[in-house]
């Protein structure tokens, strides 16, 4: 059956304004919770969308823990989304976070609840979710026309917006280029006539290559010039795994330029970004390694399931959402060549030191 839309399958007056004024009550969503029931679904207990992507329907779901179907034909498990198999009724046409979005009145839509709102944050990085202004009901669409929907709800008042997932539904969804290092905005007055750029804050330890140094200031890559930390993720998450990228970059002064190995992203979006990742290494918001892929290199070897970081270089270890202070630390270690580590081992207090080269 085909499942692009047709202007005649609903009351073209629900279809054009998304809702209808209800005398007292307000507004009346129940032809966008109608027609919320014909283009998502439950496939093994998960809530599938269907949206249009280059004109034809794909199933979509987003989860932050893994899921287990037949129906799966891809995943990102750096942002949680699911392609699936099959076809529903009708589809929703995906619209960007833009100016326009941000002057219309939306709602958070499932088939129950239709909860009033609007988009607080516009597109920005590679992992940026999409804010609305109050709660999203449970599995629902940001909409304002019915057919039309701005992203589908992940958490809380955060969805996941047309960008991140027409992404995901192209040929590099799921797949992300890093150049080892993690970045901040230029904020500083700069005087000199090159683009703004970003400011590298942390190197990988474990990058393969690593012509970059903290406070170089990238100017561009492969020419195109950067002008804001989302141009930076983005061209960087673009980038092909064993290619080389032309960086262009400001180090004391001096205009560089350097060729850089290309690798794939292993941390970042849902997954833990700890630059340990490559190693299939997993530690939590507690700094304690929860499992271990594979051998790490140096003297970090020794490191085992249940070791808890204390503190490294003499330098507790600052909680935070994302571990930039731990990766900040072990970025400053690298640049000195070796890392002291207290660790908590089977309820002991134990000291490792490592080279890092």
């Not at 499932?110 to 990085?125: D, L």
């Amino acid at each position: 059956m085909k499942t692009s839309l047709s202007l005649r399958t609903i009351p073209i007056v629900s279809l054009l304004l998304g809702f209808i004024y209800s005398g007292a009550y307000g507004l009346d969503y129940s032809a966008c919770r109608a027609y919320y029931k014909q283009a998502t679904s439950v496939v093994d207990s998960t809530r599938i969308y269907s949206v249009l992507y280059q004109n034809k329907p794909h199933l979509i779901a987003f989860s932050p823990s893994p899921l287990r179907s037949s129906r799966i034909i891809k995943h990102d498990p750096f942002t949680g989304l699911y392609l699936f198999s099959g076809k529903l009724a009708k589809s929703y046409r995906l619209k960007p976070l833009d100016t326009f979005a941000h002057t219309l009145p939306l709602a958070g839509v499932n088939a129950t609840q239709a909860i009033a709102g609007s988009i607080t944050n516009f597109e920005k990085g590679i992992f940026d979710l999409g804010k609305f202004s109050t709660t999203l009901p449970k599995d629902s669409v940001i909409s304002t026309i019915c057919y039309q929907s701005y992203g589908i709800s992940a958490y809380g008042q955060y969805f996941i917006p047309k960008i991140l997932i027409d992404r995901f539904l192209s040929p590099k969804g799921g797949q992300y280029g890093d150049i080892g290092v993690r970045v901040s905005a230029n904020i500083q007055s700069v005087r000199d006539q090159h683009p703004k750029g970003v400011i590298i804050e942390q190197v990988d330890v474990f990058f393969p290559h690593k012509p970059l140094l903290p406070k170089d200031r990238i100017l561009s890559i492969n020419g195109h010039a950067i002008t804001s930390l989302a141009d930076f993720e983005w061209l960087v998450a673009d980038l092909e795994p064993r290619s080389k990228a032309q960086v262009k970059f400001v180090r004391n002064g001096r205009v560089l330029e350097a060729a850089v190995q290309v690798d794939r992203r292993y941390g970042g979006g849902i997954l833990r970004d700890t630059f340990f990742e490559r190693y299939g290494v997993i530690i939590d918001k507690d700094f304690v390694i929860r499992s271990i892929g594979k051998p790490l290199p140096f003297t970090l070897s020794q490191l085992s399931v249940g070791d808890k970081f204390i503190w490294i270089d003499k330098t507790p270890i600052k909680k935070d959402s994302d571990f930039w202070h731990f990766r900040q630390l072990f970025s400053q270690a690298g640049l000195r060549g070796q890392v002291e580590l207290l660790l908590l081992h089977d309820g002991v207090e134990i000291f490792l030191r490592s080279p890092l080269r």
